[in-house]
């Protein structure tokens, strides 16, 4: 039971395939109490009964594209926590039409605006929100992809946001280290969630991983809950402003090795 006596707020659960939905389920495993934050009313069937098999009741509703709504929801958060040891960001959202198309003409002001304030700025002020009511030997983490530092088709202005997103938890890990917070990401290989579901070929992009990753395969989101497990508990305390990549391997590898065999 890595996780026992420890609460944990987790945000992002749009679903059952989300990713935040296999952070919760190994996390409650592993004995944490777990909270939910939600986007708006939309997707709160879908979280019930995701909470309730994880034996927790507080779901508190939180759009992060406006600071009130973050604000009053760690709020309400500190009704029922008084303190609590750390949250989980996993949310990222840029307008579909940045996320098709070739980069330089697709790219707009007001696209670029949203990704990185809903996807890396989130972030910063959850943290902030969050800091008085953190409990000694907490941690933040957050939600990362390959994007970030390598360029892929139609991920565009979101690749961006990552790349700030990795920056942000670097200043996060170093702004929050002396309060005992440490702040890390998780870059995931490619999962067929919601957010994955609008985008063109992404069955044709979990094929390519499976051939290039050294694993021979995609990851699932239950793969991604038990490295956030690990590294929300107390085994990863000298983890801290790091990017753990769970992708099966994919990003070490330049290319596939059954292309030269034969
Ligand atoms: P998902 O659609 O299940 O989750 C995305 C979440 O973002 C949703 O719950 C949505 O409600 C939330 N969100 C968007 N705008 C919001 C707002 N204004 N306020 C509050 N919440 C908001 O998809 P997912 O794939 O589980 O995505 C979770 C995280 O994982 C994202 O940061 C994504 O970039 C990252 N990620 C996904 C993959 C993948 O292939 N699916 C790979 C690597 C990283
Ligand atoms: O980070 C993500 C998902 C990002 C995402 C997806 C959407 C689709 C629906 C952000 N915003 C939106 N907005 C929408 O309206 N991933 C890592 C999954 C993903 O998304 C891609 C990918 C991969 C991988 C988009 C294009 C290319 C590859």
Redesign the pocket.
């Known amino acids: 039971m890595l996780l026992k006596n420890k609460k944990f707020l987790i ?5 059952k ?6 952070i919760a389920h190994a996390m409650h495993r592993e004995g944490a109490e777990l909270a939910f ?4 009313e939309r ?1 709160l069937k879908n979280l019930g009964p995701i909470a309730e098999s994880c034996g927790s009741d507080i779901l508190i509703e ?5 600071d009130d ?1 973050i604000q009053s929801s760690f709020n309400k958060l500190s009704k029922r926590w008084e303190k609590f040891d750390g949250f989980i ?5 840029a307008p579909a039409d940045q996320l098709e198309g070739n980069f330089v003409d697709v790219t707009n002001r007001e696209g670029f605006k949203i990704a990185h304030d ?2 890396s700025y ?1 972030f910063t002020a959850m943290a902030r929100e969050a800091k008085p009511m953190l409990n000694d030997n907490s941690a933040l983490l ?5 994007g970030s530092t390598q360029t892929l088709p139609n991920y565009n202005v ?1 690749g961006l946001a ?1 790349a700030s ?1 990795e920056a942000n938890t670097r200043f996060l890990a170093a702004s929050m280290g002396r309060d005992n917070v440490r702040v890390n990401a ?12 609008g985008v063109k070929n ?1 069955r044709k992009m979990l094929s390519q991983h499976s051939k290039r990753a050294p694993l021979g395969r995609t990851i699932t ?1 239950e793969e ?1 809950g038990n490295v956030a497990a690990f590294l929300c508990s107390d085994y990863a305390s000298g983890i801290t402003g790091e990017i753990t990549y769970v992708d099966a391997g994919f990003n070490i590898a330049a290319m596939p090795l059954d292309d030269i065999e034969e």
């Open positions: 945000s992002g659960l749009a679903n395939y989300s990713i935040a939905a296999g934050t939600y986007q708006n997707l939180c759009d992060v594209s406006n709504s960001h996993s949310i990222g959202y809903i996807s989130s957050t939600l990362t992809y390959l979101m990552k997103l998780i870059s995931a290989g490619p999962i067929k969630t919601l957010a994955a579901s992404f989101a991604v």
